[in-house]
């Protein structure tokens, strides 16, 4: 064993688990860190703001499965960096922020830039750990990984004292690796329930959420539900854990980001498989609406989820990879594969007449014209990074995904801002994809330093800006209180000059007014970005009242534009 500085061992730790970008703020606490990793393969992108920090490493992990790393120094670095914790937290992504801290024998006595973020970072984190010991800090970061991969995935914070930092250990990187991660598998007794469940149901459903796609369980969930022949949905977390064109895909239920025939296809189920879902208030609504009529399957690797917001009929405890491959062979073993049936047609069926409308060409511009266009303009494999709002919403109405880690929302924590630095994560871990950030006017402006970094650092993508000069969401919850206070952002002759903004950073930026002008705009900012090596704008000045479907309950989501009518066939069993 060689005894080297301690933070050489942690920046081979960060190598060996596959970490090639962190992204940070050098400040005075935590320059020991800084030097190790000046001398090591690990690349490093200066934010402007450790939340933009957070929000990348939160990107990159999204679409790599592997923990995002975010450092900072001491003090407010490390409260700046509580958003993207429990932004992480919420949505079960892996991720280490690492704070520096003011020397152990000066915490007691209010030293510069010293706060308890340990203590504040509790909450927010799977694990909030001080480095106590120079001999510890290799094991502590692997503790870390390895406890961030576990289980329900999610952040884990270190603070490391200026002092610990200098401090040497003894490590030898050939006798090291990283710790191994459980994968449990469910109890053969609860599948063969589950199954038996399944064969009992006349109209089944699988509820995917985000946990498939976390699993890389997509393939497994495909060929169950082709065997099966049962129809799939997904949550909003869960969107490209199926493909949407799939004869068997029945859209997504919930009561803000949904499709109409998601909720009709969920409100005729009479059981519903739900995998890797946490039955988050904005997908379920009302839940007596929600579960009348139908029971539930609930999968999660988590034991404490089950049961947290409802009781299901069954439980099981699993990762869900081997949970829907032990399902397979279950139902491999009972019978050959299924045909389409009554069920399947009926889905069908509501898919095809139970639509929205895309296609205006009214000017100002209708928002789900301008996902329209983004659909038809756009690959399959492009990614896609979303946040909080109403452009939001219209996104999980109106876009279309196929491939799991290509539709990326912070769907429970929902922090205004995250789109731009964590499009830029997503960036830095896949140079090779086409990476589009759907914006609004309001959540742009939050976080639009991050707009240098990637500047400053080459990092190309497309802004696609939702431009209402509203905090639109909030303007349509107040409708029923009769107002419209305090949520308008107009101002002189259109409020911020976003092109000019971008500009201003250097940036290509081209605004759009009316609809027949969007394939063009998205075309060049596409080439722009591409030629250029820098994101670029396209900002879209939409109807400024627009609203979205929404609802307190399934059964009750209110629609703002005409729609055909419904079926009225006889699908009763």
Known sequence: MN???CMEAVVAVLESEGVDTVFGIPGAAILPLYAALQKSSIRHITVRHEEGGTH????????????????????????NMITGLYTAMADSIPMICVTGQAATSKLHQEAFQAVDIVEIARPVTKWAVQLKEPAQAPWVFREAFRIARSGRPGPVLIDL???????????????DAPLPVEAPRPLPKAVRKAMDLLAEARRPVILAGGGVIIADACGELRALAEHLQVPVQVTLMGKGAFPEDHPLFAGMPGIQTQTRWGNAAFLDSDLVLAVGARFGDRHTGDLDVYRRGRKFVHVD?????????FEPDLGIVGHAKPVLADLLAEARGRSGPKEPGKWVRRVSDLRRTMTRRDDFDDVPIKPPRVFKEINEYFGRDTT????IGLYQIWSGQFQTTYLPRRYLVCGQAGPLGWEVPAAMGVKCAHPERQVVAVVGDYSFQFLMEEVAVAAQYRVPFVIVMINNEYLGLIRQAEIPYDMNFAVDLHYGEGGIDHVKAMEAFGCPARRVELPGDLPGALAWAS????RERLPVLVEVMVEREANAAMGPSLDAVKEFEPLPELITADWSD
């Not at 490493?57 to 790393?69: I, K, L, P, S």
């Not at 690797?301 to 917001?309: A, F, L, N, S, Y």
Request: with cysteine.
């Open 384 to 387: 896609f990074v979303t946040a």
């Open 527 to 530: 080439a722009e970005s591409a």
């Open 301 to 309: 690797i988590e034991p404490m989820q089950i049961g947290r917001v």
């Open 56 to 79: 990348a490493a939160d990107g990159w992990a999204r679409v790599t499965g592997n923990a995002g790393v975010c450092i900072g120094t001491s003090g407010p670095a490390g409260t």
């Open 161 to 175: 004292p200026i002092d610990v930092q200098r401090g040497t250990c003894l490590y030898d990187r050939d006798v």
């Open 3 to 5: 005894r080297i500085p």
